[in-house]
């Protein structure tokens, strides 16, 4: 379904965490990386996916089938993980 965009596991908890609504430092001490680590992954997929904010990759995530609709917590499709 989609663009085939491979997504590495630290992508994959970082979007599921934004959907999540999680602020930048919670996700760091999430994924064990600095707030910095965080904005940089954050920049690159925002940049990958040719989106200008955090709200609009999360509409194009969904929108390519790569977070699962009707689920809470949000989750990655786990197949679209390269």
């Known amino acids: 379904?989609?663009?085939?965009?491979p997504l590495s596991e630290l992508?994959?908890?970082?979007i599921?965490?934004?959907?999540?609504?999680e602020r930048t430092v919670h996700?760091?001490?999430k994924v064990y990386l600095?707030?910095?680590?965080?904005?940089y992954h954050v920049?690159?997929?925002?940049?990958?996916l040719r989106v200008p904010n955090r709200p609009?990759?999360?509409a194009k995530v969904y929108?390519?089938?790569?977070?699962?609709?009707?689920t809470w917590p949000p989750e990655v499709c786990r197949e679209r993980l390269d």
């Open 34 to 39: 600095s707030r910095q680590g965080v904005e």
């Open 63 to 70: 929108s390519l089938g790569i977070l699962a609709v009707g």
């Open 43 to 48: 920049s690159k997929l925002l940049q990958r």
């Open 56 to 58: 609009a990759l999360i």
């Open 16 to 21: 599921e965490s934004i959907a999540a609504g």
């Open 11 to 14: 992508d994959a908890r970082i």
């Open 27 to 29: 996700i760091a001490n």
């Open 1 to 5: 379904m989609g663009l085939k965009l």
